[in-house]
């Protein structure tokens, strides 16, 4: 298990960017697929991206992020990060960091550790 902790969350309009970081801490970070998932009020909890163990080769995005998100990782920081442009109002949710060890998946099921979320609010 790593303990995951989220920051970078706020207020931007709509067309804006920003930067969601996640630190962890515990076992090797490195052995470790990152993934970013999002739950809106009244909404289930979705799949937003994925970043696989050791040097992030494989990215998966979800469609209705595709092009606008990009996840990336540095194992020296033990920190993955997402970083949003074109922010849309449907973007607002709490996002929530994941790790799921050597498995590359968009399945929230998968994942063993979750950071307590940083939310996200875009306005028009």
Do not use: H
Request: charged share 20%; proline share 2%; glycine share 10%.
């Amino acid at each position: 298990q790593v303990q995951l902790v989220e920051s970078g969350g706020g207020l931007v309009q709509a067309g804006g960017s920003l930067r969601l970081s996640c630190a962890a801490s515990g076992r090797t970070f490195s052995s470790y697929a990152m993934g970013w998932f999002r739950q809106a009020p009244g909404k289930e909890r979705e799949f937003v991206a994925v970043i696989s163990w050791s040097e992030g080769i494989m990215q998966r995005y979800a469609d209705s992020v595709k092009g606008r998100f990009t996840i990336s990782r540095d194992n020296s920081k033990n920190t993955v990060y997402l970083l949003m442009n074109s922010l849309k109002p449907e973007d607002t949710a709490v996002y929530y960091c994941a790790a799921a060890e050597y498995t590359l998946t968009t399945m929230a099921r998968d994942f063993g550790s979750w950071g307590q979320g940083t939310q996200v609010t875009v306005s028009t």
